[in-house]
Every structure is written in structure tokens, then in C-alpha cells.
């Protein structure tokens, strides 16, 4: 799927729960009893990139070639950018999109709804561990079976993808968290570049996926290696 690269089609999707039609108002009881502060621990948690043995995971198939809207560009205009520290990555997130709390060295952002459930999260973090460009599908897939969240399913991988400034390899997958049996779906990607390599993980809630995917697709294609 291509996104389209304006800032009103951000606005309007980041806000659509609140003026949308009955199904996307069905959408908010999706994190009930989660908080946003835990929602957002619990991405991080899957944001970091330690490698965790688990349980096997199963690939749900599509017909679409993977990652077929992925194109390198510049973020619409009016999204905010947001540099790691050491110089790795450059994350860009939408006009609503709020900085949160995340480990040191890493950049976080959520868009949230007006009650406080997480609608979107965007993170990247410096390459901590044995993760590479090769290994990363599986890599990805194994850290999310921890304690933390279950059932990861991958829905596309690609590597060689040419993000702006390096190279990088990505998962699609969908998990359950733990906490609140809540499913995610997410976009990470493992991109290197001349200043080394980073994470960038996008994600949302599964079921409105089809609202915010194509504004994380966006956040993947802006994302610059340093």
C-alpha cells in the first residue's frame, strides 16, 4: 500500500477514532484497562533489540509482494524529526505525534487518543546487540517471544531495502502483549549506515491497522540512517 505524503492525510488519520465512522469508534476498546504509560513500557520493552530465545513462531502469508509501498522520501511537510544521540538514525514522526519516555541513547513518540489510549509509537534505537542486516527477520521475531509478549507472527520480511543514507533490512509481524492480551501489529526494520547501525520499530494497535499503517509507512520510508 502507498501512503500519501501529506500532512492533512496525517492529521486525518491520527484523529479519525474521534470523528470516524462506528467502526473506528469500536477501535478504542482495543487497549481498555492498559494504560497509555503501560502501553508505552511495554513497546519499548519490545523496542529493545537483546536477542530472547522462544517458542516458534508461524509466518502468515500475503499475496501482495513484501513490502511493495516501501520508497525512500523525505517526511510531508509539517512531521517533526527526532535524532539519536549518537548519530545513527533520524526518526520522523507526525504533526500530533508527542515525544515519550524511552531508554537512554533511544527516541520515542506516540499519537494517543483524546482519552489516553496509545494510538501509535514510533522508536529508534542505536544496534545493541548481534542483530545484522542477514539474521534480523528472525532476530526481531525471537526477541518478541520473551515475557513480555507472545504469539509474534510475521506477515512480510524484506532486506536489501535502500532507506535514505543506508541499507536496511525489515519485519512485519504482529504480537500479544502479556498485559492486557492486547495485539500489536508493528513495522522494524534494522537499518545501517555510515555512522553504524539502528532500529526504527513502528507500530499500533492490530485491528486499526488498516487507519494507521499507511502514516507508520510513511514514518519508514522518512526514516534517514546517519
Request: charged share 15%.
Amino acid at each position: 500500500m502507498v501512503a500519501t505524503a501529506t500532512a492533512t492525510t496525517t492529521a486525518d488519520r491520527t484523529t479519525a477514532i474521534e470523528t470516524g465512522s462506528a467502526p473506528a469508534r469500536q477501535r478504542t476498546t482495543l487497549l481498555a484497562g492498559l494504560s497509555l504509560g503501560s502501553a508505552i513500557a511495554l513497546m519499548a520493552v519490545a523496542a529493545c533489540s537483546s536477542a530472547v530465545q522462544g517458542p516458534d513462531s508461524r509466518t502468515v502469508q500475503t499475496a501482495e509482494a513484501p513490502f511493495a509501498w516501501f520508497k525512500a522520501a523525505a517526511a510531508p511537510a509539517g512531521w517533526k524529526t527526532m535524532e539519536l544521540p549518537d548519530g545513527t538514525g533520524v526518526l520522523a514522526v507526525p504533526p500530533d505525534a508527542t515525544p515519550a519516555e524511552s531508554d537512554p541513547g533511544s527516541v520515542s513518540a506516540t499519537v494517543s487518543s483524546s482519552t489516553g489510549e496509545l494510538r501509535i509509537y514510533l522508536n529508534a534505537t542505536p544496534r545493541q546487540g548481534s542483530e545484522s542486516l542477514d539474521n534480523w527477520n528472525t532476530f526481531r521475531l525471537d526477541h518478541l517471544a520473551d515475557e513480555n509478549s507472545s504469539s509474534p507472527s510475521k506477515i512480510a520480511e524484506r532486506t536489501g531495502l535502500a532507506f535514505r543514507g543506508g541499507t536496511g533490512s525489515c519485519v512485519e509481524d504482529s504480537y500479544v502483549t502479556h498485559v492486557g492480551n492486547n495485539r500489536y501489529r508493528e513495522i522494524a526494520c534494522l537499518v545501517a549506515g555510515s555512522e553504524g547501525s539502528s532500529v526504527l520499530i513502528v507500530a499500533a494497535p492490530a485491528d486499526s491497522w488498516p487507519l494507521y499503517g499507511p502514516v507508520l509507512e510513511q514514518a519508514v520510508n522518512a526514516y534517514r540512517a546517519g
